[in-house]
Every structure is written in C-alpha cells, then in structure tokens.
C-alpha cells in the first residue's frame, strides 16, 4: 500500500508537469504562427503603401496620355492612369517660357518609373525654366536621348534651362546639356544648374557629358556668362559618371566664372567620375579684361572608393588685367571615411597677367584625404600662381594629401609662385605649401617644387613654400628631385628665403634624388635671401638606410653696396637602423656680403647606425665680407657618426669667409667624424681654415678644430 500510494502520488505529479508543458508550448506555437501572419501582412501592406499612388511615366514621341497638365508655372503634369505617356514636344514646348514638374505620384498602383525615350531639346526665352522630374521607383535616359537646353543665340543674356533628377534609382545614357546663351551684345547667359539624387539606389551616368557651361559674349564689351553648378546625390548607392563640364563662357571682356561640382554620396561603396572641368572662362583680347575664376570641385565624405579620370579648375586667361585664381579642389575632407583615391592629372592654377599692373591668380587649395586606404595621382598635379605683369605674381596653391596607407604621384607636382617679368616695383608669388602624410604605408612621388616667384624687372623674388613629409610606419620613401628655393629678385630688391623641406621621423628607407633649398639671387642693393632648412630623421630617428642625391641650400649674396648676405640653412639626417649615403655634393655656403654682414655656412650633421657614405664634396664656408668693416662670414661645422659601420667621405670645406676691406676673417667650422666601430675611416681632403683678415690691423678666423675618433683598423685621408 505504501508503495502504491507513493508511486502513484509521483506519476500524478509527472503528468501535470507533462501537461503544462504541452499546454505552453501549443500557446507558443499558436503566438508563433499568428506572428508570421502579421509579418506577412505587414509586409504585404509595405509593398502596397509603397506603390501606391504612383503611375509609370514614360516620354516619347507618342501623343500624350493618362494624364493631364495644370497649365500654371511651372506646369505640373499628373497622370491619372497606369503607363502614362507623354509627348516629348509638349515638354519643350513649355520649357521655352516656363518650368515643367513630372511626378509619378497620382493614385495609382504602380511602382512609379519614368523612362526617356526620346530626345528632349528646348531654348528658353526668359527665366530660369526647370525641368525637374521625381519618380518613386526609376528614372532611365535612354542611349541616344539627350537633353538640351540651350538658349538661342541672342542680344539677350538667356539663362540655360535647368534639370533636376530624383528617384531612387537614376540611370542616364545620353548627354544633358544646360550651357548659358550666347550673347551678342552683352553678358553671356549663365548656365543653368543640374541637381540628380538617388534616394536608395545607384547613380549612373553611363554615358554621355553633364554640361553646365555660361554662354559666351561675343560683342558689347561684356563679361562672359557664369557656369552652373552640377550635383550629383546617392543617398546610399554608387555614383558613376561620364565626363562633367561646368566652365565659364569667353567674354568679350572678362571671362565668366566656372560652375562647382559636388558630389555626396556618404555610404557610396564607390564614386567612379570621368574628367571634370570647372575651368574659368577666357577674357578677350581687350583692355582690363580678367579670365573667370576657377569653379570649386567637392567629393563630400564618403566611405568607399573614389576614382576620378582627372580635374582641371584653373582660372580663365586675362589680358591686360588680373590673372584668375583656380578654384579649390577637396575631398573627403571634412571626416574623412573613404577608401582608396585615384586620381589622373590636377591643375588647378591661377592664370597670368598679360598687362601692366596686374596680379597673377591664386593657385586654388588641394586636399584629398582617406582614412582607409591609399591616394593615388596617376598624373601631374599642378597648382602654381600665375604670372604678374607690373604686379604681384599670384601665390602658389597649398597640397594636403593624407591616407591611412600609401601616397603616390606619379607626375610631378608644384606650387610655385607666379613671377613678375615686367616687375614695376612688385614681388613674385610665394610658393604654395605641400603635405604629405600615409600613417602606415609608403610614399613615393616625382618632382616636388615649390618655388617662390622671381622678378625680371625690378622686385622681390618670393619665398619658397615648405614641403613636410609625414610617415612614421612607412616601409619606404621615394622622391624625385624636392626644390624649395626662393624666387630671384632684381635691382635694390632681396630675393626669396627658401622654404624648409623636413622628413618625419619614420621607420623605413629613405630615398630622394635631389634637394634644393636656395635662397633667391639678386642683381642689386638688398639683402641677400636664406637656404632652408633640411631635416630627416632629426628629432627621433627610427629609420632604415638614407639615399640622396646633391643637396644645396645655400644663401644667396646681394651685388650693391650696404647689403648683408643670406645665411645657409642646416642639414640634419639620420637613421637609427641603416646607412646614410649621398651620392653627390653637399653644398651649404653664406652668401657674400658687400657692405653688410657675410652670411654665415650652414651645419651638416649626419648619423646612421651602420655607413655613412658622402661620393660627392662637402661646402659648408662661409660667405666673404667685401666691404667696408664688415667681417667675413663663419662657416658651418660638420659632424658624421656611424656607430656600427664604416665612414667615407670626398673633400670636406668649412672655411670661414675672408674679410676684403677692413674687417675680420670669418671663423672655420670644426669637423668631427666619430665611428668607434669601424673597420675603415676613409676620408678626402679637409679644410677648416679661418678666413683671411682685410690687412694687418685685421685679424684673420681661427680654423675649426678637426676630430677623427675610432677604432679602425684602416685609416686614410
């Protein structure tokens, strides 16, 4: 009894238990199942919300039907039934005085896609006519079915008509064309502006050029007409185009200004663009006529790739007036997120001056920065001021280039300053600036240059531009030949003090085919110009073997009386890992002085782990003080460590400047050579004299001290 009783308590207990659990899950399943039905509607009701109240459009050369226009401006066409068809003409026909809208909403169930068929060609007569079409599902150009908009010639400044794209996806196969109106007799027509926007989809322009040009002025004295502006939008999707031309009309006077382009597309797996032109338009061959300014190019962040085929904003050509400044180019900018650029040549230059009195253009600012991936110019970059005449030389533009991986150039790239060949009492052009920073992969690029601007007439030569160079991880360095020198100057005007060129400390090799760093010469009574400075390696050396070629940043001596002498700038280069060669000469001389102060020869330090090699002759002296009481000019010292490996060196020079009239040699620079692990100390001739006196009542330089400390087992010298 006891066991029955227990046994049968405990299987009563079991099957409750059962029974509950068979009871939730079948409550679960239900809830299950009811859930799909829900989803399922909800979907359903999605698909339906989103085709509801929309037609497909389409535009042909069939008459038009279901649907209707309101006759007001602009006019609006509604369709009012499925596959709505529209007339071509009936759109052109109103686009020649008024904007025409085209949208797929009406009450239908379709998805809402509007197909271009056939071309559409209107010249407008008056105001700014619009052509803007919005569609819920597709907008398709056919091949062979472009869109033109152009005004009639005309004594009139006719506006170009405009056209705006929205739709979630857009694809276009035809040229659009929106260019301003030639006139006659007065200021060309602006073009008219193009705006596209995916909504979630791609932007293709597959073929065919978006053009935005400003008409021409072709009499009257008058300015050409400014360009409009191109937009292309993708919310979410890939942007790719054709060719885009937004370039301000030739004036009968001054040129007109060219259009910006923009590009958004912030979760773009890519932006693939053909050349785009912004250039300014050309002035005419009158008096005080100024070309366009350069219009703006802007590829806003965006998290994919961006190729780009090449870019030219370079203003317009003047005459006889004030050069135009090219327009800037950016992008990613602002919060950098993208991939890999690529992009082919980039000029966006100021334009010279061809009259008395008038200012060389501004180069226009580079920036072009990924936070993923490399940059890559496949051409030349170009972004030099451009010439004065009688007046300043336009500055050069400044370059920022910053990738998370590698940075290459494959032309060369300058900045300089524009010169002044009729220089009327006025300077050269500064050189613009360059940066380049990859945080963890190589940079290579050609020729580097920003020189400032000389004068041939009677001014100042300009300052060079800096160039900074910035890799800390980079595996490699490759330069072409770097020049920051100042720009010349003439008659009682200074030349330009060079610009600074400095390599940040990094990890790999380094390898530069040349660097000149000269101060600007003179012909006259003024101060002479300064070297600049050269740093690589200086502050925290991790790099691997250094490479360069002849290295000169001398300063520069004035030919007048009473004018001191440009000093020479410091060398610094080091490798914490690797060897330093130089495989020609290094020159860092004081200009002479003539009246004024010598200029003083520049420091030469170099350190590297292993070799130091110098195939060329080392000149660090200083300048001679040609007269009056002015003494000669201290030249530089030279200090060269190898901890582990061997020395070699050509001839060495760190003379101090003679005094010619009746002041004092300058004092020769000590040299140094320290290498307590070498197996051999090869060195060239070494001459560190002070520099002779005026006379007898003068007292030549004291001669630098000269130290070799290792432990070779071979010395020569």
């Known amino acids: 009894r006891y066991w029955r009783d227990w046994s049968s308590d405990v299987c009563s207990s079991d099957l409750s238990k059962e029974r509950t659990e068979n009871i939730m899950f079948l409550i679960m399943k239900i809830h299950l199942q009811k859930a799909k039905i829900y989803i399922t509607i909800l979907f359903l009701l999605s698909m339906v919300i989103a085709r509801a109240g929309n037609y497909d459009i389409t535009i042909s050369t069939s008459a038009t039907s279901n649907g209707s226009w309101s006759g007001g401006t602009p006019d609006v066409f509604t369709p009012s039934g499925n596959s709505a068809n529209i007339l071509n003409t009936d759109i ?8 025409v809208t085209i949208n797929t909403s009406g009450g239908g169930a379709q998805t809402g896609n509007i197909t271009i068929s056939t071309t559409i060609t209107a010249a407008p007569t008056s105001g700014t006519n619009t052509l803007s079409i919005t569609a819920a599902g597709t907008i398709t150009i056919n091949g062979s079915c472009a869109i033109n908009l152009t005004p009639a010639s005309s004594a009139s400044a006719l506006v170009g008509g405009s056209v705006t794209l929205s739709a979630a996806t857009i694809t276009i196969g035809s040229a659009i064309t929106c260019t301003g109106g030639v006139n006659t007799n007065g200021v060309g027509g602006a073009g008219g502006s193009v705006s596209f926007t995916a909504t979630s989809g791609n932007l293709n322009i597959s073929s065919g050029t978006i053009t935005t040009n400003g008409g021409a002025s072709s009499g009257g004295n008058a300015t050409g007409g400014a360009a409009g502006s191109i937009a292309l939008n993708a919310t979410s999707g890939t942007v790719t185009s054709q060719d885009l031309s937004a370039v301000g009309g030739a004036g009968s006077n001054n040129g007109g200004a060219g259009g910006a382009v923009t590009v958004t597309a912030a979760n773009a797996s890519s932006i693939t663009l053909g050349t785009i032109t912004t250039t300014g338009g050309s002035a005419a061959s009158a008096t005080n006529s ?8 802007t590829i806003a962040d965006h998290s994919g790739t961006t190729t780009i085929t090449a870019i030219s904003a370079k203003g317009g050509t003047s005459y006889n007036n004030s050069g135009a400044a090219g327009g800037y180019i950016r992008i990613n900018t602002t919060t950098p997120t993208g991939g890999n650029v690529s992009v082919g040549n980039i000029d966006n230059s100021g334009t010279a001056s061809a009259g008395n009195n008038a200012v060389g253009g501004a180069g226009g600012a580079i920036t072009i920065k990924s936070s993923t991936g490399s940059i890559s110019c496949t051409g030349t970059v170009t972004s030099n001021g451009g010439n004065g005449y009688g007046n300043t030389g336009g500055v ?7 990738a998370s991986t590698s940075v290459s150039i494959t032309g060369n790239t300058s900045v300089n300053g524009g010169s002044n060949p009729n220089a009327n009492n006025q300077n050269g052009g500064a050189g613009g600036s360059i940066t380049i920073t990859a945080t963890s992969g190589t940079v290579s690029t050609a020729d580097l240059s920003t020189t400032g601007g000389s004068v041939t007439g009677g001014g100042a030569g300009a300052t060079g531009g800096a160039i900074s160079i910035t890799a800390a991880s980079a595996s490699s360095i490759t330069l072409g030949n770097v020049t920051t020198s100042g720009g010349n100057g003439t008659a009682s005007y200074s030349g330009g003090n060079a610009g600074n060129f400095t390599i940040a400390d990094h990890s790999g090799t380094t390898t530069i085919t040349s660097i000149t760093a000269n101060g600007g010469t003179l012909t006259g009574v003024a101060a002479g110009a300064n070297g600049g400075t050269i740093s ?4 925290t050396p991790t790099g691997g073997n250094v490479s360069i070629g002849a290295i000169s940043n001398t300063g ?11 000093n020479a700038g410091n060398i610094t280069i080091k490798s914490s890992t690797g060897s330093v060669s130089c495989t020609s000469t290094i020159t860092s001389t004081g200009g002479n002085g003539n009246g004024g102060t010598a200029g003083t020869g520049g420091n030469l330090t170099i350190a590297a782990s292993t070799d130091v090699t110098i195939s060329g002759t080392i000149n660090l002296s200083g300048g001679s003080g040609n007269q009056a009481t002015y003494n000669g000019g201290a030249s530089g010292a030279v200090s060269i460590t190898a901890t582990t490996g061997n020395v070699s060196t050509s001839t060495i020079t760190t003379s101090g400047g003679a005094s010619l009239a009746t002041g004092v040699g300058g004092v020769g620079g000590a040299v140094s050579i320290t290498a307590n692990s070498a197996s051999t100390i090869g060195v060239g001739a070494i001459t560190s004299s002070g520099g002779n006196g005026a006379n007898s009542n003068n007292a030549g330089g004291a001669g630098g001290a000269v130290t070799i400390s290792g432990t070779a087992a071979a010395f020569t010298s």
């Open 92 to 99: 052109q026909t109103r686009l020649v005085t008024k904007g």
């Open 290 to 297: 100024s070309g366009g300014a350069g219009g703006n190019v």
């Open 396 to 402: 050069g533009g400044t370059i920022i280039l910053a």
């Open 536 to 539: 690589i390696n200086a502050t």
């Open 556 to 566: 520069s001596s004035p030919v007048g009386n009473n004018a001191a002498a440009g």
